[in-house]
């Protein structure tokens, strides 16, 4: 048979199928008793008739997925087959079930090498999605085993069936269409001789699921991300800083955001309302500019709530209990709290001239939006604190960045691009443009303000949502899908931070709590 002869149709059963169904499940289950009657049929069509599905060419049914609701605690623990059943072969639907099970799949001899049973393995998929339910279980039998029965125990079996030393019809067929093996059933289906009542219990999980407590808090996944490209600019008060910030706010909050983000040291101008010669000590003026954040703190998390916005508060420069200078990204909830991130790794520049130290924190925040990192500039140049942030299921990594040429720019853009695809999350890259003469440091600025995305088909081709002009003042919009970060992270075509190999490495966060006086506890 050609393709060109065949014209497939993906409908449910209904009870007027049964003398096909059970023409083709006998020819099929010969060896285990055949077709299930057509009261047990009818009653299933009726309790669940969305998990009956059928494959016809020219309306012979040449494909068929049989499906049960059923509890996930009861059949994802050690089970038989015979538990699905009741009085007079009725197969127990539970209607309240929170998993879908697999009964039966079984396909027209004739019609097999065509992927008719992938067809039916995806809708049940996409069923199990739009019901949000668990996972789909499935007792499968190991048709092949009687032949190995003699040189193999079945856990043997099963690894060479994984490792593809050996083909089963089944087993084979299952892994292929990502089902995991979570158990051997003994005694599964006592008449499978084949299998010699063995089977496999298998699973696959909906990644998507939502427990109802959580549907119910209506988590956001699609989030709307607006960056500032800020330009660098003489100001003549805090006032007139102020009030640009609050234009930007806001702009980005009438267009929906969830998210504002401004750039690193944004308020820096203000070290221009000192006199030039006041400026020639560094060390001073970068005090001088410190002694703006507290007052640009309060005024950014009124925005946040005013304007019903999160803002990544660029970074600003905090004197630190023990009189240090730090470069801090402050985190304005729109629910009016603040939460703050520190610059880890400090650039020579900032050491010498500000003697600016490093932070001791790496910080997940949970938000009404997902889950977000913040790294500032330098910070994105070392993977390793993406990675740690990955590893607490960080969804969105913000990069308030300030770079004066384009080879500084390109060094934390492509490293940016990098952590986005090696941690499978979206990275925001928000950076100033303009240059200031007057102000020490503020000479030159370059950027090109970007959101960046895993490296796969639900995402563009080149792995760049959205991009500004460079060197241009301006804002800009994306929106970000968590869903297919969800996806991407256990279907993608590859999926790098679950295929680590965490057997041969590991990194890991040290304690620095003894820094604060905190007592640790002996070991």
Not at 215 to 239: C, H, I, K, Y
Not at 405 to 416: D, E, I, Q
Not at 467 to 477: A, G, L
Request: charged content about 30%.
């Amino acid at each position: 048979m050609s393709l060109d002869d065949l014209h497939l149709n993906l409908r449910n059963l209904t009870p007027d199928d049964y003398p096909q169904l059970q023409t083709l499940m006998d020819r099929v289950y010969d060896d285990i008793g055949g077709a299930w009657p057509k009261p047990t049929i009818d009653k299933l069509i009726k309790e669940f008739p969305d998990g009956q599905i059928v494959i016809e060419d020219d309306e012979i049914i040449v494909g068929v997925a049989l499906t049960a609701l059923v509890d996930y605690d009861t059949f994802s623990n050690p089970h038989r087959y015979d538990d699905l059943i009741g009085k007079r072969e009725t197969i127990l639907n539970d209607a309240d079930g929170d998993a879908m099970y697999g009964l039966d799949v079984l396909i027209h001899p004739d019609y097999r090498g065509y992927r008719l049973g992938r067809r039916l393995y995806e809708a049940r998929k996409e069923l199990c999605r739009s019901m949000n339910l668990r996972a789909i279980l499935a007792g499968g039998r190991i048709p092949q085993y009687h032949e190995h029965a003699q040189e193999l125990s079945p856990a043997e079996y099963l690894d060479k069936v994984a490792r593809k030393e050996i083909h089963d019809p089944i087993l084979s067929f299952q892994l292929a269409n990502d089902f995991q093996v979570k158990r051997l059933l003994r005694k599964y289906l006592p008449e499978d001789e084949k299998s010699q009542g063995y089977a496999t219990l298998l699973e696959w999980n909906n990644i998507l699921f939502e427990p109802a407590e959580r549907v119910l808090e209506n988590r956001p996944t699609q989030v709307r991300v607006g960056a500032v490209q800020w330009q660098m600019r003489e100001f003549d008060s805090v006032e007139a800083v102020l009030q640009q910030v609050e234009y930007f706010v806001d702009a980005l909050s009438d267009y929906k955001s969830d998210f504002a983000v401004f750039p690193e040291l944004f308020n820096a101008p203000l070290m221009g309302l000192q006199d030039r010669a006041a400026q020639q000590d560094q060390m001073a003026a970068v005090r001088f500019l410190a002694g703006f954040t507290e007052r640009f703190k309060t005024e950014l998390s009124r925005m946040a709530v005013s304007y019903n916005i999160n803002i990544i508060a660029g970074s600003m420069i905090e004197v630190g209990e023990d009189d240090r200078l730090y470069n801090i990204a402050y985190l304005c909830h729109r629910d009016g709290s603040i939460e703050r991130q520190a610059k880890l790794h400090i650039t020579p520049q900032e050491r010498r001239d500000w003697v600016i130290e490093g932070g001791d924190e790496l910080l997940v925040f949970e938000t009404d939006a997902g889950r977000v990192g913040i790294q500032i500039c330098y910070d994105v140049e070392f993977p390793e604190l993406s990675r740690l942030l990955a590893d607490q299921d960080m969804d969105i990594l913000f990069v308030p960045f300030w770079t004066d040429t384009k080879n500084g720019y390109l060094r934390v853009r492509h490293c940016a691009q990098a952590r986005a695809i090696e941690n499978e999350c979206y990275v925001v890259l928000c950076g100033s443009v303009g240059n200031v003469p007057s102000i020490e440091n503020l000479d030159i600025q370059y950027a090109q303000s970007s959101v960046f995305s895993p490296s796969d088909f639900a995402f563009p081709h080149d792995a760049v949502l959205s991009e500004t002009t460079p060197n241009t003042e301006m804002i800009m919009f994306s929106d970000l899908d968590l869903t297919r970060l969800t996806v991407v992270r256990a279907e993608g075509s590859v999926t790098n931070l679950k295929d680590r190999r965490k057997d041969l490495f590991d990194l890991r966060w040290r304690d620095w709590s003894w820094k604060s006086g905190a007592d640790l506890e002996e070991s």
